[in-house]
């Protein structure tokens, strides 16, 4: 595959176009009494298309755009009441409409004394691309013949695959502005294509679904449509003929897809929401040791190609290169200004969440870590909510496969893992070297050292 690159690119000159409409917005709010205000401006367009069994299913063309509004006005010692307003029309007639329903909606809010932008002096100085604008010269016939190829690469893999839940193709641009009242306004664009494809191996009771799928900010980072639907194949064949897991205590290796959803459990409990309204089972947690003192995580917004890479949060903070955690010890939390006021600390520019944020890696493959655990789960799938952030009591279904003297025996489904989210990063026995490239969480397959695994006797007891 070898895509073609957008060409009279005018994104540069729109982004200033934004801008530019962005402080004279700030204007008009200011003209109408507020304090302070900021907003967001956003446009998007994108392609996406769906194939099934060799057919069009559907072909959407997309185009988006929005503001976002909030508007602060002083109530004396009392602080700021503050007010938003959202709307897709940027008409001259929706901007006036959109400005006076946020300013009147400010009349009914009660102040706070803690509300308002985050402070000047943390304004983002300099703003830079990060590589992350890479157009797709993609039309929807290319991209339906490159999702009837993946699909059919999938299909013919083994005459094991009996059906198809299809491929889609799909390419999206977007800008964005973001200015306040301190004079701050900044811009950046993006783009994001994928190509994935979901299969059905087997027969009647027996089916089995998996699928893959390839992200990049860029087209020629993408794998190629072939590789995709035969992954899509390997993956459901792995699955058949699944049986039940043994019930017991024993080490559980996540897959690193779903490494990082127990990274992504971490960065709810240590963001500022969750601890000033103290729900968070890691409440008071910076300086204490919560994993193995050989792990760490890293937060990296200004990564080249990052697929969150940025140089300012959602409040226009700089963001900075900084380690979350270090030795094992929580280093902070993630505040933007409301919540580390609330805490009493400063904005660690994260507002709207990390930027990219990388675990430190060992040394071993998955046979590897395979081999080192010995007995035990290796999970491919979680299912169901069963996370508490407060106590941190997690149980989860699952399925993936069931490893003996270091090597995969079979598949199992229907089972289900459980543990405390502060003990499992505790037990955390080792981080593989092979990492998911389609997430800004970036880790790889997460060994922990024992947790219970309900299965087949735990079936048996209950029949």
């Not at 064949?237 to 897959?255: M, Q």
């Not at 903070?317 to 955690?325: D, F, G, I, Q, Y």
Request: proline share 3%.
């Amino acid at each position: 595959m070898t895509p073609a690159i957008a060409k009279n690119d005018v994104s540069r000159q729109r982004i200033a176009e934004l801008s530019g409409l962005a402080e004279d917005i700030l204007r008009r709010a200011r003209a109408r009494g507020a304090d302070q205000c900021e907003l967001s401006l956003s446009e998007s367009r994108g392609l996406n298309v769906a194939v099934r069994m060799g057919d069009v299913e559907t072909v959407e063309f997309t185009r988006d755009r929005g503001l976002a509004l909030t508007v602060y006005f002083s109530d004396g010692a009392s602080g700021l009441r503050k007010a938003s307003a959202i709307s897709a029309d940027l008409s001259e007639s929706g901007l006036e409409a959109t400005l006076d329903q946020a300013c009147a909606i400010a009349r009914y809010t009660e102040a706070d004394p803690l509300a308002g932008l985050a402070d000047a002096q943390r304004m983002a100085r300099r703003i830079e691309d990060f590589d992350r604008w890479h157009p797709w010269a993609i039309d929807a016939d290319a991209a339906v013949a490159l999702g009837i190829a993946c699909e059919t690469a999938g299909r013919d893999a083994d005459p094991r695959i009996a059906n198809s839940e299809g491929a889609s193709v799909n390419s999206n641009e977007s800008l964005a502005v973001y200015a306040n009242s301190h004079g701050f306004v900044g811009g950046e664009r993006g783009t994001s294509h994928s190509i994935a494809c979901s299969l059905i191996a087997g027969e009647g009771a027996g089916m089995q679904r998996d699928d893959w799928y390839t992200l990049g900010l860029a087209a020629f980072d993408l794998e190629a449509p072939e590789t995709v639907g035969r992954r899509a194949a390997q993956r459901a064949l792995a699955r058949l003929d699944p049986r039940r897991a043994p019930t017991g205590s024993f080490p559980v290796l996540f897959s690193s897809e779903q490494a990082r959803g127990l990274i992504g459990h971490l960065l709810g409990a240590v963001s500022g929401g969750a601890q000033y309204r103290e729900s968070s089972f890691l409440l008071g947690a910076v300086g204490q040791r919560i994993f193995p003192d050989w792990f760490a995580l890293r937060e990296r917004p200004h990564l080249p190609r990052g697929l969150r890479s940025s140089s300012y949060d959602g409040e226009g903070v700089a963001t900075v290169e900084s380690n979350l955690v270090t030795g094992g010890t929580l280093q902070r939390y993630l505040l933007d200004s409301y919540s580390a006021r609330k805490l009493g600390l400063s904005s660690t520019g994260n507002a709207g969440g990390v930027c990219n944020l990388e675990a430190s890696l060992g040394h071993d493959d998955l046979p590897t870590l395979l081999r080192g655990m010995g007995r035990g789960l290796y999970v491919t799938e979680l299912m169901g909510q069963g996370v508490n952030p407060v106590t941190g009591d997690y149980s989860r279904g699952a399925a993936g496969f069931w490893v003996e003297n270091g090597q995969i025996a079979y598949p199992v489904d229907e089972i289900t893992i459980a543990g405390n989210l502060r003990q499992m990063f505790l037990a955390l026995e080792a981080v593989g070297n092979e990492v998911d490239p389609r997430s800004h969480i970036r880790t790889g397959p997460m060994l922990i050292g024992a947790m219970t695994v309900a299965g087949a006797m735990a079936e048996a007891m209950a029949d």
